[in-house]
C-alpha cells in the first residue's frame, strides 16, 4: 500500500507543481510509513521525481492522452490507484486536476479536499488544513472514506529534496472512450503562463488603456514574470480574457503578485489573496489593495514602473 501522486507534465516535462505535490505526498508517506508511486502521463524521463520523495513511477505513454481530457486522465489515475492498493492520492490545484477530481473520487468512492496547504494533522482520522471562503479563513477536514483524494494548493507545502532514486515502470491502463474530443488547444509559447509563474504582474483601469502595456510587459520580461490584468480591463478588451485574474477569473498564487494600477476589488484580492507577497503602486493612497498589501507604493505608474525597471535592469547587470 503506497501514496499516489500524480504528476502533471507538459510537453514531456514535468511542472513545478508536479515536484511539489511529489514532495507533500513523502511526507504524507512517511507519517503513515509508506512508499510513494507516481502515476506520470507521457512525461518522458521521470529519473528527477526520486529527488523529491518518489519511490516508484507508473509511467504512460499513450498518444490518446497527448490532450488533456479529464474523464480519461481520471480513469488512467483510478487504474493506478487500484493496482497500487493507494488509500491516499495526491493531486495538485490545478485547473486540470480540479477537473478530474470530482470523477477520480467518484471512481474510487473517495472523500475529495481541496485547496489543501498542510501535511495531515492526523492520518487516524485523516484530518487536513484547508483554506476557505475563497483564502479568509482555514478549516480542518476530517476524510472518513477508505480512500481519500488530497488536492494541495500551489506554493503551500514547497519543494522538499528527498535525494532518493525512482525505480520506472511501463503502465498501460485502458483508455475509456469519454465521448468527448479535443480539437486543438491554443497556448501561449513565448511567455511564462500565470498557472506556472513564480511572479505575476498585473495592471488596471489605472494604466489608461492598452496602449500603455507595454511597460507592465517589460517589466514582467525584466522578472522572468507572467502578465495579468483586473477585470475590468479585459471587459473592456485591453487585454485578453485568459489574463483575467482574481475570483471570477484565474486564481494566483504566486511567491511575489505586483498590481499596478489596480484599486482592489474585493473580487479581485479574493482571487489572488494566497500569493505570498503582494505589492501594490497606485496614486490612490485610500485604494483598498493598500489593506491587503505587503508592500505599497503612492505614485504615478507612469513615472513608478520604468524607474522600477531601470533599477532592475542596473541591478541584473551588476549580478550577471
Not at 506556472?196 to 502595456?213: H, T
Request: glycine share 8%; with cysteine; aromatic share 6%.
Amino acid at each position: 500500500m503506497s501514496v499516489l501522486v500524480y504528476t502533471e507534465s507538459e510537453q514531456g516535462k514535468f511542472k513545478k507543481t508536479a515536484f511539489e505535490v511529489a514532495s507533500y505526498a513523502k511526507a504524507v508517506a512517511d507519517q503513515m510509513g509508506t512508499t510513494v508511486t507516481a502515476v506520470a502521463i507521457n512525461a518522458g524521463d521521470t529519473s528527477e521525481l526520486g529527488t523529491y520523495g518518489v519511490d516508484k513511477v507508473l509511467s504512460i505513454t499513450n498518444s490518446d492522452l497527448d490532450k488533456f481530457n479529464a474523464n480519461a486522465y481520471a480513469s488512467a489515475i483510478e487504474q493506478a490507484a487500484k493496482q497500487e492498493n493507494a488509500n491516499v492520492v495526491v493531486i495538485s490545484s490545478s485547473a486540470d486536476s480540479k477537473y478530474l477530481a470530482p470523477i477520480l473520487s467518484i471512481g474510487l468512492d473517495a472523500g475529495y479536499a481541496s485547496n489543501v496547504v498542510e501535511t495531515p494533522s492526523s492520518t487516524a482520522p485523516f484530518t487536513v488544513k484547508r483554506t476557505a471562503f475563497t483564502n479568509k479563513a482555514f478549516n480542518m477536514t476530517t476524510i472518513d472514506t477508505d480512500t481519500k483524494v488530497v488536492g494541495v494548493s500551489k506554493n503551500a507545502f514547497g519543494l522538499v529534496e528527498s535525494n532518493g532514486n525512482a525505480t520506472s515502470e511501463d503502465f498501460s491502463p485502458a483508455i475509456p472512450s469519454s465521448g468527448v474530443t479535443v480539437e486543438s488547444v491554443d497556448k501561449a509559447t513565448d511567455k511564462v503562463t500565470i498557472a506556472d509563474a513564480e511572479i505575476v504582474v498585473s495592471g488596471g483601469r489605472g494604466l489608461k488603456g492598452p496602449e500603455n502595456w507595454g511597460m507592465i510587459e517589460e517589466l514582467a520580461d525584466v522578472l522572468g514574470a507572467a502578465t495579468a490584468c483586473s477585470k475590468p480591463v479585459s471587459d473592456l478588451g485591453w487585454r485578453p480574457h485568459s489574463e483575467h485574474v482574481g475570483q471570477t477569473g484565474k486564481p494566483v498564487a504566486s511567491n511575489l503578485y505586483i498590481a499596478i494600477g489596480i484599486s482592489g476589488a474585493i473580487q479581485h484580492l479574493a482571487g489572488i489573496n494566497s500569493s505570498k507577497v503582494k505589492v501594490v503602486i497606485n496614486t490612490d493612497p485610500e485604494a483598498p489593495f493598500f489593506k491587503a498589501a505587503d508592500y505599497g507604493v503612492v505614485g504615478d505608474a507612469f513615472e513608478v514602473v520604468p524607474a522600477l525597471i531601470e533599477k532592475l535592469k542596473a541591478f541584473k547587470a551588476q549580478n550577471a
